[in-house]
């Protein structure tokens, strides 16, 4: 029997899914995983619990087959940002007012889970609407290392087009920035603060290379992309020093490079070296890069691809601002998508201004859209 969309329904899953206190770190996504996979299990898709690395971490994998056609995934992540202070009220009880809901991950990105899973539902509930095969992937941990979308993609699943539930304002997103952190540590020479001539001041020269720092991001933003903006490079943290009274031997500095689609990891990597290399010398100090703490490439869904093509067509049926793709300036899971599928766009309810703060919160008109544009957007891929 075909089911009809309720809105109490989908208000309803993510209450319950903001119950779940899944902050990363530590993430703990195994039980809210379980619970999808029953409630998909209910409504006809087979279910398969992925472990992944750290205590009570899993993926949930939901499939419906259903005859010849494209593999369709929707993919969205059940860890959130830890909640913090500054709450009006009690971040995982999901509380509506002024025609919000408001709770950690109400918008990143339980608000997209909950609206995949009701569009899924109902796609299973019209199965002779559509041919090919439904998937669900909803992962661990995308707020730290990607390790679930990472294992997931490692087992090699056949998909040919996937949407990544992120807050957009229910736009289509077709691009977004890379990351890459690597820790510099600046040696200097210890001594008594007494007689500080005596050593070398890791924190006065890590100082002179913070300045260079900012020289170089200067020129980074010349470069630029049409949908998410300029590249950058800041530093983000700086660590050093042992005591009041000693000359610090080395100081740890950490840098944010964000990759533009048109740029290649290694080049990044490598002209940071070479960055590294000539501040060694000119400044005078040693420095060694201690490791990469966040890596993570930028990606691109060509923008006349069908998948961005046909999801921008029913936005605009939907009342929803598409005249281009939109980009984002943060990462996202969709990079590891774009190893195994070519076609990948990035949709969700909610605004990335209001995520990772206090009363983050999802208009409720647009989760309950998103539900329809999922909806809408299988069914036009499915319709070849
Ligand atoms: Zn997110």
């Known amino acids: 029997m075909t089911e009809a969309f309720e809105a109490g329904r989908v208000g309803a899953l993510l209450e319950r899914l903001v119950a779940f206190r899944t902050e990363n770190p530590p993430g703990r996504e195994f039980e809210a995983a379980r619970f999808l996979g029953d409630l998909l299990g ?3 898709f087979s279910i398969e619990l992925q472990e992944v690395d750290g205590d009570g971490r899993a993926n949930v994998v939901a499939r419906l087959e259903n005859g010849a056609g494209p593999a369709f995934a929707f993919c969205s992540h059940l860890d959130v940002v830890p909640a913090g202070s500054g709450w009006s009220t009690d971040p995982f009880r999901l509380v509506e007012k002024d025609r919000r809901y408001y709770g950690r991950g109400a918008c990143d990105a339980k608000g997209a889970v909950a609206a995949m899973v009701e569009g899924m539902s109902l796609l299973a509930s019209r199965r002779g609407d559509w041919s090919g095969t439904l998937i669900g992937v909803f992962v661990a941990d995308e707020e730290v290392l990607a390790t679930g979308a990472r294992s997931y993609v490692a087992r090699s699943p056949k998909i040919d087009y996937v949407v990544i539930g992120e807050p957009t304002d229910n736009q289509v997103a077709s691009a977004h920035k890379g990351c890459l952190r690597p820790v510099v540590r600046i040696h200097g020479k210890e001594a008594h603060s007494g007689e500080p001539e005596r050593g070398i001041n890791a924190i006065t020269l890590s100082s002179r290379f913070v300045g260079r720092v900012a020289d170089l991001d200067a020129d980074l933003r010349k470069r630029s992309h049409a949908l998410v903006g300029n590249a950058a490079l800041t530093v ?8 009041d009274n000693v000359v610090p031997a080395h100081c740890d500095v950490v840098l944010d490079r964000r990759v533009l689609p048109s740029e290649r990891m290694e080049d990044v990597r490598r002209d940071l070296q070479a960055f590294l290399a000539k501040a060694e010398v000119e400044i005078g100090f040693d420095a060694d890069v201690l490791e990469y703490r966040s890596e993570a490439g930028p990606s691109e869904t060509p923008e006349n691809s069908p998948l961005v093509q046909k999801a921008l067509a029913v936005c605009r049926a939907n009342d929803v601002a598409a ?4 980009g984002l300036t943060g990462g996202c899971d969709l990079v590891h998508f774009r190893e195994i599928c070519s076609d990948g766009i990035i949709l969700g309810p ?5 995520a990772h703060k206090p009363n983050e919160f999802v208009p409720i008109s647009e989760l309950n859209l998103a539900c329809r544009l999922y909806q809408e957007i299988a069914l036009a891929m499915y319709r070849r």
């Not at 005249?323 to 939109?326: I, L, Q």
């Open 42 to 44: 209910r409504r006809g």
């Open 236 to 243: 983000t943290r700086m660590n050093g020093g042992l005591a």
């Open 323 to 326: 005249d281009r793709p939109r």
């Open 350 to 354: 909610g605004s990335l201004l209001v």
